[in-house]
Structure formats: structure tokens, C-alpha cells
């Protein structure tokens, strides 16, 4: 029996969501159709932000398009990347003649997708700097030639310190720059307790045995690093926190961002435990959670699980991150 | 030579032949790309309709728009191989001249951006051998006519070459030894372009 989802013509999936979303906030958000994007209800003068990948991923990328975010997201089909051709018209469209950041995950389509927009984009005469989002631990230390590591929650940050930097008039090298900071100090590490499944599917995207739970996933469904035993949420913290703190090389009287987030049919309740959790993991360690984000803002549709970032924060990137925003996901 | 002809058979070709492609690619890779091409060259019929395009140049930038517009990482990247050809051929009549240099740019640009060299089973292979036919070809003087046919039958040549290969770029590098034995669609699918030029 197929799993039941609240869908017409899976075919018409993400292009309903996005008219779906709009109808929401039209106050904050435009969706252009042909080709697909999803654009600020109202533009200023500043550096642009652009972001996009495959969708599946929601409240990423669309639900972060706002004020002291982004000013552009191209959604591609569900797990999918963009076509280039989107990304040059989101460029265009976003761009107000002090240049255009492009905030890209780290997967082969989306990083070739958005490369060809950005030299279509300069050859046009569009300032472009790109930012390559790779935080996901799990698919670190691949050997060369690898497309190396996965972008995920990360780019949370990213779009949010960048968004707020650029609103407060930074130029665009000193944008590239920021986002370039955010990513070498962020790592992730992610579990899924369940898989998902594919609008329209009658099968999630991998069989888990009782018991066990499957470590070190990305978002978009595939398996993770590897098998381990289902084990008291205590435990299962300590597992994704520790080599989190080994690779950012945090110690007593570092100060970090937590993203707590959710896959996708992860409860509150639940997220609520996996940060008391880390909270008490990293105050043992002496490391001071100076901020922390907390739900599902990065998802691999239905997922079951959850990942959690560490950013490595200074006063700087905290005044960043407290700035004013509005977006249909994320508003303070 | 009619551009906008050359197109059309191309097009008919992939409507005729697309599931060899998917066959090649169910082996090969994840079994979408004989799909994705033809979404690709219906994208291309639509540009081609709305566009009238009536120099050489502006068949190929609708090409190009068609295939940009299409996921996976082979529509880009043949988006960005015919781009160089809409750039090359321009306005003037074809010749054997326009289409080396134009060849010989796309090659470059799809090797350059895909990051793949010929040997690596993708295709790149079928793309460097038409270009440097074409550019013999303009080098001895050759009309537009033979020069497509020479590119032709060195694409094919090159899109063979890839059966026994084992894969280092593209989807097929994946499944390693499995892919040996097929060949790359992606090949194959210039051949088929070149092959189009000149088909009665």
C-alpha cells in the first residue's frame, strides 16, 4: 500500500507548495514560476543573497527568503538540484548592482548548476562570489577526486549571517568573506531513526531493522556511515556531539551557535530533549552554548532523526546572528 | 546546411532512439537519461518555435537555453557545450572553419567545467575526436558537408572507444566494473549529433 501523504499529482508537488507559500506570506515573498524562484516581496539596495537546491528540504531554502536573509531561492524538484537557467534568472532578478553572493550545498548537480549560472551572470556583467557549504562530518576525509563533504544545516547560519551582514550595507567581498568563516567553523553530524519516502512512493528510502539506527545520514534519504544500536537519546548525543567538538577543536571557554534540527517527523518535545542534551554535553566540556536554534528548518521530507551544528562564535558573528529577521521560517 | 534541420533530425533521432540511451544508462548509471534528454529536446522544439531562430547562431543559443534548463549534469553541461557552438558559428553561412573553432571551444569548455579528460567514458570522448575531425577537416579545406561527416565518423569512433573503458567521471564511475561493457549515452548522444548534420 502506497504511504499516505497530503499530495495531489506528485508532479505537482513543489510547484503547489510554492504557490502554497506565497499565499502565506505575501507580505514577505513573491514565487516567480517560469522558471521557478522564489523572491523578496520587497528588494533594496544592498548585496544580494541566492541560494537554491533540490526541494524535500523545507523550511530550506524558500522559507528563509526575507529581510536579514536571503533575497532569491531556486528550488529544484525533490532532491534535485536547479537548472542553471533558474539559478541566471534568480541571479538577475535578485541582483541590485552591488553584486550577487551565491550560497551553494556541497552536491555535484547544485555545484555545477549554480557555477554555470555565476559565469553566465559575469559574462553579462554581474559581480558573482559563490559560498560552498560543506559541513557535514560523515562525509569527511574522502580521498582525492571525491565531491568531498555534504552541505547541510550549516547553510542555516550561512544565510543568516550573511543575510544580516549584507543588510547592514557589507560589500560583497566582505560578504564572500563571512560566509567563508561560517563554513570553516561549522561542522554537523546527523542519525535517522526512520527513513523517508518520495512524494508519490510506496517505499521509504531504506528498510531499518528494529532496534537500530542508522548513523551519520545526509538529507536526502540515503544511508548513513553506518548501524548502531538504538540507545537512550543521552547517548545518541554524545555520539554526534563528540567528534563535532574533536574536528572544530573546541575547548573550555569557546563559545558556539547550536543548531538543534529536526529531519522532518522529528516532535518538539523530542528536539527539546536531543538540546537539553548537548547543553549538559557541552557544559561538562566547559564550551558555553552562546546561542541556539532549535526545530525542523532543514529536512529530508519525511525523516525521522535529527542533526546537530556546532559554529564556533565570537562577538562578531553573535551580533550577526541577533539581528533583525523576517522570513516565512525564521523571524526575530 | 540548414542549422534548424540539423536540429530537427537530431531531435527525431532521440525521439526514435531515446530508450537505447535509458538502456545504456540503466546498466550504466540510474536509468534517467534517455528521459532527461528527451525533456531536453522537447524544451528545444519549444525555443525553436517561439525563438524562430534564423542564423546559425540563434539555433544554437535556443539549443543551449533548452538543455540549461534541464537537470542532472549532463543537460548542463551539453547547455554549455552548444552555447560555445552558438557563440563560434554566429551569423555566417557554416563552414569547416567556424565549426573547428566552435568544436573546439565547446570541447574545452565541457572538459573544463565537468572536469573530465577523454578515457574517463563520458562524453567528452566522443566530443575531442569530432573536434579535432573538424579541425583537420578546415585545415585541408574540406567543405561544410564532408567536415560533419568526418566529425561524425570520429564520434562514433570515440562514443565505441567507451565500451571497454571503466568509468572516472559521471554517474558511471559509481558502479566501477559494471559499467564495462556498455557504452556511455552521453557519447553516443554526440555521435548521434553529428551523425544528424549530414543524414538525409
Known amino acids: ?332 | 546546411m540548414d542549422t534548424r534541420a540539423w536540429i530537427e533530425r537530431f531531435a527525431a533521432v532521440i525521439d526514435e532512439r531515446g530508450a537505447e540511451l535509458t538502456e545504456l544508462d540503466r546498466l550504466a548509471g540510474d536509468g534517467d537519461y534517455g528521459t532527461n534528454l528527451r525533456l531536453a529536446l522537447a524544451k528545444v522544439r519549444a525555443n525553436l518555435d517561439t525563438d524562430d531562430p534564423r542564423t546559425p547562431g540563434a539555433v544554437f543559443t535556443s539549443v543551449s537555453n533548452a538543455f540549461l534548463n534541464t537537470g542532472g549534469t549532463s543537460g548542463p553541461l551539453f547547455g554549455m557545450w552548444f552555447r560555445e557552438f552558438a557563440k563560434g558559428l554566429g551569423d555566417e553561412e557554416l563552414s569547416a572553419r567556424s565549426l573547428s573553432v566552435a568544436a573546439s571551444e565547446a570541447e574545452a569548455t565541457v572538459r573544463r567545467l565537468g572536469g573530465a579528460e577523454v578515457g574517463h567514458k563520458t562524453m567528452v570522448d566522443a566530443m575531442v575526436p569530432a573536434a579535432q575531425a573538424l579541425t583537420a577537416a578546415a585545415e585541408r579545406k574540406a567543405d561544410v558537408e564532408t567536415a560533419l561527416k568526418d566529425a561524425a565518423e570520429a564520434a562514433q569512433v570515440g562514443a565505441l572507444s567507451t565500451e571497454e573503458l571503466l568509468a572516472k567521471r559521471g554517474r558511471a564511475s559509481y558502479v566501477g566494473e559494471h559499467a564495462r561493457g556498455v557504452v556511455d549515452p552521453g557519447a553516443l548522444t554526440v555521435a548521434w549529433f553529428f551523425e544528424a548534420a549530414t543524414a538525409a
Not at chain 1, 81 to 97: C, E, K, L, M
Open chain 1, 1 to 332: 500500500m502506497a504511504v499516505r501523504q497530503l499530495v495531489n499529482d506528485p508532479d505537482d508537488f513543489v510547484r503547489e507548495a510554492l504557490e502554497g507559500l506565497q499565499r502565506v506570506h505575501p507580505d514577505l515573498i513573491r514565487y516567480h514560476e517560469h522558471p521557478a524562484y522564489v523572491i523578496r516581496a520587497q528588494q533594496s539596495d544592498k548585496v544580494a543573497l541566492v541560494s537554491g537546491g533540490g526541494s524535500g528540504h523545507e523550511p530550506l531554502h524558500t522559507g528563509f527568503v526575507g529581510t536579514g536573509m536571503l533575497d532569491a531561492a531556486v528550488p529544484g524538484a525533490v532532491f534535485a538540484s536547479p537548472t542553471a537557467y533558474q539559478v541566471r534568472r534568480a541571479i538577475s532578478a535578485a541582483d541590485r548592482g552591488r553584486g550577487v553572493l551565491l550560497i551553494v550545498k556541497n552536491y555535484t548537480g547544485d555545484v555545477l548548476n549554480f557555477r554555470i549560472a555565476a559565469e553566465l551572470a559575469a559574462e553579462d556583467g554581474i559581480q558573482v562570489r559563490t559560498v560552498l557549504v560543506d559541513d557535514d562530518l560523515a562525509t569527511d576525509g574522502q580521498e582525492d577526486g571525491a565531491p568531498g563533504r555534504r552541505g547541510t544545516a550549516a547553510v542555516v547560519a550561512v544565510e543568516k549571517i550573511c543575510g544580516a551582514a549584507a543588510e547592514n550595507g557589507a560589500s560583497l567581498d566582505e560578504v564572500a568573506a563571512l560566509g567563508e568563516r561560517v563554513v570553516s567553523s561549522a561542522r554537523t553530524m546527523a542519525l535517522a531513526l526512520a527513513p523517508c519516502t518520495q512524494p508519490g512512493h510506496d517505499k521509504p528510502s531504506f528498510d531499518l531493522p528494529d532496534g537500530e539506527i542508522e548513523f551519520g545520514v545526509g538529507i536526502h534519504g540515503e544511508h548513513g556511515i553506518g548501524r548502531r544500536p538504538y540507545a537512550p537519546v543521552r547517548e545518541l548525543v554524545a555520539d554526534l556531539t563528540k567528534p563535532i567538538v574533536a574536528a572544530l577543536g573546541l575547548d573550555r571557554g569557546d563559545q558556539v551557535i547550536a543548531i538543534v534540527n529536526g529531519l522532518g517527523s522529528t516532535h518538539g518535545l523530542e528536539l527539546s530533549v536531543v538540546h537539553r542534551e548537548l547543553s549538559v554535553f557541552l557544559e561538562d566540556l566547559g564550551v558555553r552554548v552562546g546561542r541556539a536554534l532549535v526545530g525542523s528548518y532543514v529536512t529530508a521530507l519525511d525523516m525521522r532523526g535529527c542533526s546537530i551544528t556546532l559554529l564556533r562564535a565570537d562577538e562578531e558573528l553573535l551580533a550577526l546572528w541577533d539581528s533583525p529577521v523576517a522570513t516565512p521560517a525564521l523571524t526575530w
